[in-house]
């Protein structure tokens, strides 16, 4: 079915009524199909995400032999929707790895930890905007932290423009790229060595077999590592090719200068001949337990395992992740423990260190990488694997590894996403077992994103090598005993290719063999699955627009100018930055829901780990929208729940039958514009719309291009069920920079920056940086991230205050409060009070009212009283033990 769009027009108030009809025709274009993507997506009967158009026109499409293989591949296509977050307008779209935004994660939730691999994976969505908003992200943002975790960032920034070639992006991200890897030389690189320096913990790596021979297993022995070094070096001679389009040519030689250096120290300092492998070097001396470990030396080197002939971990594959040796080189030799028994291979590996190590330990907790198997250095392995083998220029002479291990290793890892027996990724998993068990924290780990697979599909198992000219290698690494194989609606350099493999010519009926379709047409044959090259060149294209269709946008293009000038089409209501503007408010809320979830630019509809918010109850419920100045909004997005919708996949639907959220029985929007209510009539755009509301799939109604300030949504709920959404979207265009609608005159506490009053002050503090001062700086944020509140967190009292001294005597008798609940230690109170002071003492205000009349988390709070007069007040909580509260702003009002 597709997503809800719909049509606006000026109209006496109209309901859409919802029922449960027909399956539509899918959105124009579709004739350069070769597969039915429609069905094959459809198919993935465990997706909670049905917003099936989004899938038809955003990936390519996958058909082969190996189920396992494709029900992941599709798998991890929405999976990545779950981590998609829209920012603001100006960052526009990112990532984030865990399912909720922890505190140590940067702006909007996203951790340069697994960044490549998120590029590397986003490059393949059909439209560049996504990934190249991503790669922005990372140098343009606040609080992005680039380098708080390794990372190989300037590299990933080519290989998304390999795919989607856009010279005004990458050169725009050219000195923000320099500057990255300058502050990483700065901090870690040792010129006296020649090496770049990491801790395990920042490289990904918690607890592992260098740092546990230390005092500090969790962030000790600091070392050279294979792994950081090869993102660097990759990182240099990424930005040597940028600055080589630029015509910078001293710039390149430089980096191209200190790349070769880095390889040569690296290859001499941290490869073993004895053991032919690539391991760290300990930066410090070490000792542990009376073992010492001397600074220059090698894991087992020295130490209570010295002389051991094993130590090598995955990582010592990473340098094949980049390429950084000649195709056939000697250090080749290193493969052969991969599909070893006693080296890494395993039923659901490979295994991060090798089997027969002595430091080889499970731990059913997070980040031990002493053994479990990790899809992020499983994806690297893959792709350093597919690296060996597809530059091998005399593959019979290197027997250790082949592309049967390469296919196996893939169906291994494909597998390796299951819980249940159903599509599902955690943290790390048993390499013998597949069990996430204790690597799958609630509400943090579910679905993780720190890991690729369908880079892995399209570049290994396809063989897709795209490049920085129109001459694209196809070296696929599938079985030829396969009948078939193809991958359809690949957009690559501007054009829709098809690569189809059918042996006997009977599945595609477009012939026998290996076909090329480029834009319909094709371009090339070969009679066996082997190498063949594709010259795009006479079908070369323009760089792409800056503006681009995305999820919730019109297919309009606009005239490309720079970031700097004009967005392309912009949310309006997202607000994670705590404006005052935009605003939404409910009716009704369920305890335990948030309003604020519906803004937060990202959506997914599971019942658990929620993401959502309820009505709190089975009356009639009105979201009233403020966005504070008017903005020309074009469409507007409504992701409702149906917890009715029982999938598959993800094991927390609940049962159908006694689902309590639905969507809406009617709904009725009204638009305040140019001064006066406006109802929208929605009628459906087409014959496929014609169902009516829907939930798991956005409904989109076009407003009609007029500014609007206000809106007011009526939702009438089906008979005695609640109603959920977990998104609302406006989508219009807008300029660069974002304007930022002032918040209201009148808010008697609020503090600008540098003013010593209102003062806030507190009964206790966290120690995590809650502080008093950060309720009142006009922001407001719900979520963890970015961290913006004052909480009472570990307070050994019963009851708390927070208060404010407003520097002057004020008359006041609204106040509103933001109160921040993590469902944990942090909860919304069991109730608070209000008292000012008088007299040289505190004392309640008259006639104190609340709404709601319980205290509600992850809202705002109103309580009215009698006008006072008084300089200071404070607000009084009784914690919901043993649980403290927290607020992220407060707000006080004359009346």
Known sequence: MRARIVHAAIAASVWIVSTLQGVGQETAGRQLAILDRGALIREQTYFDNRDWDW?????????????????????????MTKHLTYGNPDTGYLFTEFIDRPFWSGAYGAIS???????????????????????????????????????????????????????????????????NDQGWRKRHYDAEVGLFWQTGHDDGMEFNIASRQTQDILRGAPSYRPSFNAYMWADAKAIAKIAARQGRTDLEQEYEAFAQRLRETMVAKLWDPKRKFFFPMYKNNENRDGYEISAGTL??????????????????????????FEPDSPYEVAWAKLMDRDGFFAEFGPSTVERNDPMFLLQKSCCWWSGQSW????????????????????????????????????????????????????????????????????????HYFHSGFCDLVITGLVGVQPSDNDQILLHPLAPSTWDYLALDGLV??????????????????????????????????????????????????????????????????????????????????????????????????????????????NYWYMQNPPNRWESGSSEPVTIQIDLGTPRPIETLNLLFLDDSIATQGHGSQGEASEAEVRVPAKMKLECYSQGRWESIDPG???????????????????????????????????????????????????????????????????????????????????????????????????????????TSYES????????????????????????????????????????????GKWVAVEDETHLPLKPAGSQWNTARFTKVTSSKFRIVFRHKLPAKSGVSEVMLWEG
């Open 375 to 446: 899809p992020y250095a499983t994806t690297q392995t893959l792709k350093a694997l597919a690296n060996v083998l597809q530059r091998s220029k005399s593959p019979s002479k290197s027997p250790s590894v082949t592309s049967e291990d390469y296919v196996k290793m893939l169906g291994i890892y494909a597998k390796s996403h299951r819980k249940d027996g159903k599509p599902y990724l955690a943290e790390a998993l048993h390499p013998d077992t597949g069990s996430f068990e204790g690597h799958d924290g609630y509400n943090h780990s579910e």
């Open 55 to 79: 899938f038809v026109e955003n990936i390519p499409f996958l058909d082969c032999p190996d189920k396992e293989i494709q029900t992941t591949y599709y798998y991890r296509w929405e999976l």
């Open 299 to 324: 894991v087992y080197e020295q130490g209570r395992f010295a002389g051991d002939s094993h130590g090598r971990e995955l990582i010592g594959y990473v340098p094949w992740q980049f390429q950084m």
């Open 684 to 790: 459906f755009a087409d014959s496929a719309s014609a169902g009516g509301l829907e939930g798991h799939r956005p409904t989109k109604i076009a407003i009609g291009s007029r500014s609007v300030e206000r809106i007011r949504i009526e939702l009438e709920p089906q008979p005695s069920r609640r109603i959920g959404l977990t998104e609302i979207e406006a989508w219009g265009t807008s300029i660069a920079p974002y304007p930022i609608a002032p918040g209201p005159a009148g808010n008697l506490v609020y503090r600008p920056s540098g003013k010593e009053y209102p003062k806030a002050s507190a009964s206790h503090s966290d120690r995590f940086g809650g502080t008093p001062e950060k309720s009142n700086d006009g922001k407001t944020v719900f979520d963890p991230n970015p961290m913006n509140r004052w």
């Open 113 to 179: 930890c697994p960044a490549g691999h998120q590029l590397y994976e986003a490059r393949w969505l059909r439209q560049g905007r996504i990934a190249k908003d991503y790669s922005r992200y990372w140098l343009k943002t606040p609080g992005a932290q680039p380098r708080n975790y390794s990372t190989w960032l300037a590299d990933s920034v080519l290989a998304v423009d390999a795919v989607h070639p856009d010279a005004v992006h990458v050169a725009g991200l050219l000195d923000g790229l320099i500057a």
């Open 796 to 839: 050994s009292q019963a009851s708390d205050w927070l208060e404010f001294d407003l520097g002057e005597p004020r008359t006041f008798g609204r106040l509103e409060l933001a109160i921040y609940d993590d469902r944990g230690g942090v909860q919304a109170p069991e109730s608070f009070a209000i008292e000012v002071w008088s007299d």
């Open 492 to 601: 690559l350099r501007g054009r829709e290719v098809s690569i189809l493999w059918d042996r006997t010519g009977d599945r595609y009926q477009r012939g026998k063999g290996l076909l090329v379709f480029v834009d319909g047409k094709q371009v090339a044959h070969s009679p066996d699955l082997r190498p063949i090259r594709i010259d795009l060149a006479a079908n070369a294209v323009a760089p792409e627009k800056t503006a681009e269709k995305t999820a919730g946008e019109t297919t309009e293009k606009t005239t490309e100018k720079s970031i700097a000038e004009v967005h392309s089409k912009v949310n309006h209501l997202v607000n994670n930055d705590g404006a005052y503007y935009p605003r939404v408010q409910a009716s009704s809320t369920r305890s335990g829901t948030s309003i604020a979830k519906l803004q937060d630019g």
